[in-house]
């Protein structure tokens, strides 16, 4: 008994969150139109899964990063620009909103082992990478470095929180003992 939701979401409006939605939305356009598929991952997906929460930029999973950004900025009138020396990043010129490209298949640091996944959809709207992915991967990067990512601890702390999740909610093998962990430890409290 999963709680993955495989429809694709349509972005929260009125989070505060000041151009994200659109800038998310463009990027998903894009990418449609060019058949790349993606997932939304990072703040956005957390704020998607039911925690409000503050984010600065949008986290997109893609088959082939490089191959995102060329198209993302191909039209040189179009809203994306490339940032200088940065080959996974691009700016939203119309809103200041930067998009990171995760590579799918793949972690981004040492000592992470829940590797991003691979988006199989293409579609115009945004995807949004499921709950366990992102749990997964949320805690993955905790444990990986604490001391520098303790947002996501304690993004985990607050999806389980509000959304009732089940202590048995299947997250990645590797991170299983630190979800469940969590999960008691917050059980305990309360």
């Known amino acids: ?25 463009k990027v998903a356009e894009i990418l449609g139109h060019y058949e790349i598929p993606h997932l939304i991952a990072g703040g956005l997906a957390v704020q998607e899964h039911g925690y409000a929460r503050v ?49 799918a298949g793949r972690v981004l640091k040492h000592g992470c082992q829940v590797p991003f996944p691979n988006p199989s959809k293409v579609s115009e709207t945004p995807q949004i990478i499921s709950l366990e992915e992102l749990i997964s991967l949320k805690l993955d990067s905790w444990s990986a470095s604490p001391l520098h990512r303790l947002k996501d601890k304690a993004d985990v702390v607050e999806l389980i ?14 991170v ?10 917050l059980k305990a409290e309360l």
Not at 7 to 25: D, F, I, K, M, P
Not at 165 to 174: E, G, K, N, S, T
Not at 176 to 185: K, M, Q, S
């Open 161 to 174: 929180k509000n959304r009732n999740l089940p202590r048995d909610l299947p997250v990645a093998p590797v």
């Open 55 to 103: 984010t600065l930029d949008v986290d997109v999973v893609v088959p082939d990063v490089l191959e995102a950004v060329e198209f993302l900025t191909a039209d040189l009138s179009g809203p994306f620009v490339r940032i200088p020396k940065i080959e996974d990043r691009v700016k939203d010129r119309r809103n200041g909103v930067f998009v990171d490209f995760l590579p």
């Open 1 to 25: 008994m999963g709680v993955t939701n495989s429809a694709a979401y349509l972005l929260r409006e009125n989070t505060n969150t000041s151009g994200l939605e659109e800038t998310a939305r």
């Open 176 to 185: 299983r003992g630190l979800y469940t962990e969590t999960w008691d430890a």
